[in-house]
């Protein structure tokens, strides 16, 4: 306050009026790639049943187990025309919303949100596909097929294909597909308004930090990156780390702790393990399972354990799922700034030689392996992670429509 002054304005933005109308329209139709999953799997559930029916007059005649084989060879074909119609819809779904945020909405936020909310919405469109294709071979093949839990006969396939239980998927706050969730037994509204007050006053927080304190430590490192000072950009990088740490926490905990247990809450959905102790860890891998664990899930369900069961490696696995992952960020980060420079996709990358390093650390007793484990996750977390992305997308932001655009242009003519 007394270098700069009061920066915050509540009146001025840079958003235009085309960012709203082209956010709000993607944001109301990506939903409706749900819609057409539904009507897939809507077309796969007769398919199934007219299989089963077939299966069964077979049994009552001759040469039975040759002509069951033959239909089940049939459903598996059947399975790859569906597997095709749900990656075009899925394709089409991340490939839309990206091209619009790209070429189309300017502001970041607005994009970001955008982008997050296809990439979700893309998340559940594969996840029902996947579970409803192993309940559907579970109901073809039950004696060669892992066993259906218990919590599913409630609703068993295929007569969990219907419109409302896909929007309760739709809203509930998990990217696994389940027939069937857990729920209580009914909607406590005083614990749903205190998460609504916390994720309005933290977002007010984040809001105020970031435009008293974040964005002109960030235009004043400008001229350091312009000019490769590194000195300047290690002195930059750590007085960012504060804000951006602050933050991360304050945004972790409005999603994390208060939306998604207030979302929970009004879909009665009882299971609210959406985080593990994540600050506690002793080396990367863990934090990489605990800090946010419906993503974790969705991986698990339906990459990695398919993956391991096929037999790949757990190691070559386990990089499949860091790609995919990095792959994502990069969309998250890259595509609503309009700069993808490739930098949250080899952040994550990165963290594989990390997870290396943190679990032979963790062997060594004599140098207390799981404190020293903390300790580097919380140094590359804090110092070397966030703030050195969030000065490199600003930077590249700027490079392309901001002040170093017009210096570097001033510099070439110059030379």
């Known amino acids: 306050?007394?270098?700069?002054?009061?920066?915050?304005?509540?009146?001025?933005?840079?958003?235009?009026?085309?960012?709203?109308?082209?956010?709000?329209?993607?944001?109301?139709?990506?939903?409706?790639?749900?819609?057409?999953?539904y009507i897939i799997e809507l077309a796969a559930a007769q398919q199934a049943k007219g299989a089963l029916a077939r299966m069964k007059r077979a049994a009552d005649q001759p040469n039975t187990a040759e002509k069951q084989e033959e239909v089940r060879k049939c459903s598996k074909a059947t399975w790859k025309v569906i597997a095709f119609a749900h990656g075009i819809n899925a394709?089409?779904?991340?490939?839309i919303a990206t091209a619009v945020v790209y070429y189309y909405i300017?502001?970041?936020?607005?994009?970001?949100?955008?982008?997050?909310?296809?990439?979700?919405?893309?998340?559940?469109?594969?996840?029902y596909a996947f579970t409803n294709r192993d309940l559907r071979l579970a109901m073809l093949e039950p004696d060669s097929s892992p066993p259906v839990p218990s919590i599913y006969s409630s609703c068993p396939y295929p007569q969990n294909i219907n419109w409302k239980n896909l929007c309760y998927f739709w809203w509930a706050p998990t990217l696994v597909y389940q027939?069937?969730?857990?729920?209580?037994?009914?909607?406590?509204?005083?614990?749903?308004?205190?998460?609504?007050?916390?994720?309005?006053?933290?977002?007010?927080?984040?809001?105020?930090a970031s435009a008293q304190y974040a964005a002109p430590l960030l235009q004043n490192s400008l001229d350091t990156f312009l000019y490769l000072d590194w000195v300047s950009i290690i002195e930059r990088t750590l007085k960012l780390s504060t804000v951006s740490l602050f933050c991360w926490l304050?945004?972790?905990?409005?999603?994390?702790?208060?939306?998604?247990?207030?979302l929970a809450e009004v879909m009665r959905f009882a299971d609210r393990e959406f985080?593990?102790?994540?600050?506690?860890?002793?080396?990367?891998?863990?934090?990489?399972?605990?800090?946010?664990?419906?993503?974790?899930?969705?991986?698990?369900?339906?990459?990695?354990?398919?993956?391991?069961?096929?037999?790949?490696?757990?190691?070559?696995?386990?990089?499949?799922?860091?790609?995919i992952s990095g792959v994502l960020h990069e969309l998250l980060v890259g595509v609503p700034t309009h700069n993808v420079i490739g930098f949250a996709f080899f952040g994550m990358m990165a963290q594989i030689p990390l997870i290396v390093l943190t679990d032979w650390v963790q062997k060594i007793k004599w140098l207390r392996g799981n404190m020293a484990g903390n300790m580097i996750f919380w140094f590359s977390f804090c110092i070397v992670g966030q703030p050195l992305a969030a000065l490199a997308y600003f930077f590249a932001w700027q490079a392309k429509y901001g002040s170093v655009s017009k210096q570097a242009q001033q510099m070439h003519f110059f030379w």
């Open 275 to 323: 985080y593990g102790e994540w600050w506690n860890v002793s080396n990367i891998r863990t934090y990489w399972t605990t800090w946010n664990k419906p993503v974790t899930n969705f991986m698990r369900r339906h990459v990695y354990n398919p993956l391991v069961s096929r037999g790949v490696p757990r190691s070559i696995a386990q990089v499949i799922v860091f790609v």
């Open 250 to 262: 304050c945004g972790f905990f409005a999603l994390f702790q208060s939306f998604l247990n207030a």
């Open 91 to 95: 394709t089409l779904n991340l490939g």
């Open 1 to 37: 306050l007394e270098q700069y002054g009061v920066l915050i304005c509540i009146h001025c933005h840079d958003y235009k009026r085309k960012d709203v109308i082209y956010g709000s329209i993607l944001y109301l139709l990506v939903p409706c790639h749900l819609f057409v999953a």
């Open 179 to 208: 027939p069937v969730y857990p729920r209580t037994e009914k909607i406590r509204w005083g614990f749903v308004f205190r998460r609504a007050v916390e994720v309005v006053g933290l977002s007010i927080v984040i809001w105020v």
């Open 106 to 127: 300017h502001h970041p936020g607005i994009g970001s949100l955008c982008e997050l909310h296809a990439v979700i919405v893309w998340l559940k469109v594969c996840s």
